[in-house]
Each structure stands twice: as C-alpha cells, then as structure tokens.
C-alpha cells in the first residue's frame, strides 16, 4: 500500500476523532516526507525545496529575536455590518475560523527586535478566511504602522492572502487607501518598510501596502499577482508564459527585490534592517 495511503488522516471508529498525519506528499517532486522531519526544516521540502504555507505563530518565531516579541494584535474584533449571506452567513464563517486558530481575524503581529533592530512584525495567516483582508486586517496594518511610526521602529509585513474580503464588500476595499496612507507616517520619519510576499499574495493586498515597501523580498515559488492566471488566460485568451506571476519570473521582471530561501530569510531581514534602520549601525556594532 502506498505511503498516502497508508499514513493519510482518518477518522477512528466509534470515537470520531482524527488521527493526526504522520507523512505529507510534496506537491512538487511527491516525495514522502514525515511530518516532524518537514517541521524541522522550515516547512521545506528537503529533497527539492518545495516551500510549504507556514504557520503565523511559527513565522514570527523565525523572524523575530527570541525572547523579544511582544503581541500587539488580537484586540480588535471583526463584525458584520452587512448581515452577508453566501453558502453560510458571514458572522457563522467568522466563528468557525476562530475556532480553528484560535485568532479573531486573518493577522497576527506584535513589536520585536529582528537582528537587535527595533521592529513591529506582522504576518498575515492564510488559514483564516485564505488571509483574506478585511477591516480588522486592515486595521492591524494600520495600526502598526502608526506604532513604528510612533516609537521609532521598522515595520515587516509578511503577507499571504488571497485579496480584499468579498463579505465585506466595499469595506474591504477600502482597507486598501487605508493601509496605503497609514505608510505615508513611516516614510516621513525615514523608517523601513521591507515586504515579505509568500504562497499566495494576491488581489487587493498585492495592490495595496504588500508591494509598496522599501524593499519586496519574496519566498521561492511563490504566487504573486492581482488576478489568478486563469483569470487572466480566459480574458486575454492568450497562453501565459511559463512560470508566469511566480516570484522568480517577477524578479525578473522588476516587481521584487530578491527571492529569498526561507533558511536565509531571517538573516538577510536583519542585514536589510540595519542598512536602513537609524539605529542600524548601533545594532550592527552590539
């Protein structure tokens, strides 16, 4: 019996409860991975490099100094104006993706220092309504811009979203300008905004504070754009390059700064942060 097979997520008898996943196939090169041998490794494929989504609270842990993250976001809480009913009512998809990670929206961030420079990190969770931007994301973001802002610090977006929340209709879109302007409180006071797009960024986000930065560093294989390729294929009705809208065919094409591996992601922020940061040459010199 093949090791999918074998070792795939299942549900006991009587109990109804899963069985966790021992081995995950590789959507790149199918190898057979044990789970903890991927979590150790960054969630990358260790035989082709393959960069699987990455978990908010693990991300941070990456990024940030150890010790020195302090949580800022989980205070404000989403709500449905629009009483927006799709396949289910809005407020009843909201609950059940509290309840499956444990946050009250799609961002998790706090201040930190990442490389002893002084930071407000946040990252964007993909498993919450696809990292979906709606007004408590967009809040967050603003919010965090403004305390960079306010004491000094750099600010670091991780962002993986699929876009602006449909739920939220034009409130979501306007989380867009929102986040744009609040930027405009760091660039007056001379302080950096590096952008760290992973699989997916795309839609409103893409349009919005995520490529706006001072620097776009992005992971390896990532999808960046506005619309899907489908969308695009079906429109233009032309066959798309090969590669088209991932990260290294937009390296090539001006859209990023560099693709980094996530093993070198932690060092190459903090190196970025000191060159820009004011304090950087003191950081440098610790």
Request: aromatic letters at 6%.
């Amino acid at each position: 019996m093949a090791l999918d097979r074998l070792f795939r997520r299942r549900r006991t008898r009587g109990g109804g409860r899963d069985v966790p996943e021992l081995w995950l196939k590789c959507p790149a090169c199918e190898a057979q991975i044990y789970k903890k041998d991927l979590e150790a490794n960054l969630m990358v494929c260790p035989e082709c490099g393959y960069h699987f989504r990455m978990d908010v609270v693990e991300r941070v842990r990456l990024l940030a100094d150890e010790g020195s993250f302090e949580p800022t976001t989980g205070h404000v809480l989403p709500e449905d104006p629009l009483r927006f009913r799709d396949t289910e009512p809005y407020a009843e998809r909201l609950a059940r993706y509290q309840q499956k990670t444990g946050r009250p929206d799609a961002i998790y961030g706090g201040t930190c220092t990442v490389g002893r420079v002084p930071a407000v990190l946040l990252a964007m969770d993909y498993a919450f309504a696809g990292g979906s931007m709606g007004s408590v994301v967009g809040e967050e973001i603003a919010r965090g811009a403004e305390r960079a802002a306010a004491e000094g610090r750099a600010l670091v977006i991780v962002a993986a979203s699929g876009g602006a929340r449909m739920q939220e209709a034009a409130l979501s879109l306007m989380q867009m300008a929102k986040t744009t302007m609040a930027l405009d409180r760091l660039w007056e006071r001379r302080l950096p905004y590096v952008s760290i797009l992973t699989d997916p960024t795309t839609g409103g986000v893409t349009a919005s504070f995520a490529t706006l930065a001072d620097v776009v560093l992005a992971e390896p294989g990532a999808l960046i754009g506005f619309a899907g390729p489908r969308v695009i294929k079906q429109t233009i009705r032309q066959d798309l390059p090969e590669g088209f809208q991932r990260s290294e065919f937009l390296l090539q094409h001006g859209l990023l700064d560099r693709v980094v591996p996530r093993s070198e992601l932690k060092a190459t922020l903090a190196r970025i942060l000191r060159l820009l940061h004011p304090e950087g040459a003191q950081a440098d010199g610790a």
